[in-house]
């Protein structure tokens, strides 16, 4: 799934919304009139307009750099603006600003770089918590703190350094609950979305569906089709690789009726992927119907030998090859109707017996096999042979020729399974 795409100017909203005006410099005069108090006000207010105004024009040339992918020139435009937020001391439009930098060095493949730029972003925040503030400002710093927390989680995933990345989206998620009355996509959504990415990458999908869940509300409370549609997807792959097939298509089919994404082709790719993967599952389940009677017709001919042979020791490996061959039949029988349903997770403890046993059960036959063609060969070694009637060495034969084809039969399937 793609990342999320932050543009400065959408933080920067994130944070006028709240109605900050950035500190500008100004003398104060206590033996001014009114009159020019009044003026000194103006004068301030027409200040912070043009610096507000000079710092979006900016951000707003930075953000169309990014679309065009042209990092190295949106670096540029966003050094500019965080040069102008420092010169005003407005320290949380520099956060706001870090953050943007270090999603593009994030986008351009150059995580040092973005993880330098968000650590630069926490470090200021960390400074502003011991001041005085307003619960408004508290606010903002936390969102800043949350697309701040992300971001590195984000880039620590990169990286590959799944704890860091995992104590940085958790955190991210926390703060993101504190303070904050209405939803918000980067806010609330993006880092519960990238946390359940981490763990899906981890191969927690239950935990990562979870996190969907919730991601989900928040979508569907924003009203983000987008959104909505990116974790349906998601949870239907995890649900996919959870092996429950069927649910998955059911998240799947929701995420299409919510509209077409060209900007996000996973979401029109995940159900053909699906339907690779349950055409797989019927590939399988019709290779196991036609091992089932091979198998029978196995189990036929030893229980045979069992019964001719069994007063001889020698012949013990009759007995443990005709159990381990039932067992294998039962999980078949077990297994093909969950597959055939698309119920992995169902039929996967069946399949992994089946697994184990096939080796057991093939190296039963072989030893079985020889034993019956030194039977064949040497029949003077086995004095109970002489106490066998014609028939039943007559079938001793005809039974030493089935187990050849048989196990030749059963060794060229099993090899086509692994395939």
Do not use: W
């Amino acid at each position: 799934m793609k990342s999320l795409h932050i543009l400065v100017a959408l933080a920067l909203t994130s944070i006028y919304l709240f109605g900050k005006v950035p500190k500008v410099i100004a003398k104060s005069n206590p033996q001014a009139n009114h009159s020019s108090s009044s003026q000194a006000k103006l004068l301030i207010t027409q200040a912070n307009f043009a610096y507000q105004s000079e710092l979006n024009s900016l951000v707003q040339a930075g953000d169309e750099k990014l679309n065009q992918k042209k990092f190295q020139e949106a670096i540029s435009i966003y050094q500019k603006a965080l040069q102008l937020a420092n010169q005003n001391q407005d320290q949380e439009s520099q956060v706001a600003v870090l953050v943007g930098i270090g999603r593009i060095y994030d986008q351009s493949g150059k995580y040092l770089d973005a993880e330098r730029s968000f650590n630069s972003g926490l470090q200021i925040l960390s400074q502003l918590a011991g001041e005085p503030a307003s619960v408004e400002k508290r606010v903002m710093q936390s969102r800043l703190r949350v697309l701040s927390l992300t971001g590195s989680g984000i880039v620590y995933t990169n990286l590959g350094n799944y704890d860091k990345a995992s104590k940085q989206l958790e955190l991210a998620v926390a703060i993101s609950n504190e303070g904050i009355n209405s939803p918000s996509l980067l806010v609330q959504f993006e880092p519960r979305f990238k946390l359940a990415e981490l763990y899906e990458k981890q191969n927690k999908y239950s935990e990562a569906i979870g996190v969907l869940q919730y991601c989900r509300i928040i979508a569907t409370q924003i009203g983000d089709r987008q959104a909505e549609a990116m974790t349906l997807t998601a949870i239907g792959n995890n649900l996919t690789k959870l092996g429950n097939l069927s649910v998955a298509k059911q998240y799947y089919d929701q995420a299409k009726t919510l509209g077409n994404f060209p900007q996000e082709p996973e979401i029109a790719n995940a159900p053909s992927r699906l339907e690779a993967v349950s055409g797989d599952l019927v590939g399988l389940t019709n290779l196991l119907d036609r091992f089932a009677p091979i198998l029978q017709k196995a189990s036929v001919s030893i229980r045979k030998i069992e019964r001719i042979l069994s007063i001889d020791p020698s012949f013990a490996i009759v007995g443990k090859a005709a159990n381990n061959l039932d067992q294998v039949i039962q999980n078949l029988a077990n297994a093909t109707p969950k597959l055939r349903s698309g119920d992995l997770i169902g039929a996967y403890p069946s399949l992994q017996k089946i697994n184990g046993g096939m080796s057991e059960m093939l190296q039963n036959l072989k030893e079985l096999q020889g034993l019956m063609e030194d039977v064949q060969q040497n029949p003077k070694k086995f004095p109970v042979l002489q106490r066998l009637s014609p028939q039943d060495l007559m079938d001793l034969n005809n039974i030493n020729v089935e187990m050849r084809d048989i196990t030749n039969s059963i060794g060229g399937k099993s090899k086509s399974k692994k395939n």
